[in-house]
């Protein structure tokens, strides 16, 4: 059983190891050094079961190695895609911030403080934390009432966007079908005065 453990730890992005500050919140103190597998569900109740896939499903996204860490250079491609890219500097700062264990890279509960601290406004505004939590879908929903209202405001403007270009076609077909109207009537009243010369 305890073989199997790490190999659930790496692939299921468990509690790193023990003497780490994340190995605290994951390991049970017990002699021999046994640990629980990290659950997502378990210590990250703010957000939803559906929240959490959601950031599983980003996270797998953008771990390209597949080992169950998102590493500086997958995190460079990550900002790069959401459309901010970091420097190096600014790379190794972001996971300096929430990298617990000291490894150099995020682990899915790693990743998940970034969505925690967003939440409760603990990322100052230019990091690139912030700007990760900010770009990626997952945030609107993190950020409690303040980001649902953000959420559901941009939703109504982008709706009303929508709407006032589709009245905007309307109003030019409209315009359209009204001057082809009105080129077929004068050009009716000009056969119609036509033949009346011919006569």
């Known amino acids: 059983m305890a073989a199997a453990e790490p190999l659930g730890r790496r692939g299921r992005a468990a509690e790193p190891g023990s003497g780490s500050p994340a190995g605290r919140a994951g390991g049970d103190g017990s ?49 790069e895609k959401l459309g901010a890219p970091q420097t190096h500097l600014g790379l190794k700062n972001m996971i300096k911030e929430v990298d617990e264990d000291l490894d150099n890279k995020l682990s899915f509960r790693e990743f998940l403080l970034i969505f925690r601290k967003a939440a409760a406004g603990e990322l100052q505004e230019d990091s690139g934390l912030h700007a990760l939590a900010r770009l990626s879908e997952i945030d609107v929903s993190t950020e409690g009432v303040k980001g649902a209202k953000n959420f559901f ?38 056969k119609e005065l036509q033949s009346t010369f011919k006569q």
């Open 153 to 190: 405001e941009a939703k109504v403007q982008a709706i009303h966007d929508a709407s006032r270009f589709e009245e905007e076609i309307k109003a030019e077909q409209e315009e359209k079908k009204k001057q082809a109207e009105e080129l077929k009537q004068r050009k009716a009243a000009f």
């Open 31 to 79: 002699p021999g050094g046994a640990r629980r597998v990290f659950s997502p569900a378990g210590e990250f109740r703010e957000f939803s079961r559906r929240q959490l896939r959601d950031m599983e499903r980003l996270f797998r996204q953008y771990d390209a190695g597949k080992d169950g860490f998102i590493d500086l250079m997958e995190l460079k491609l990550m900002m």
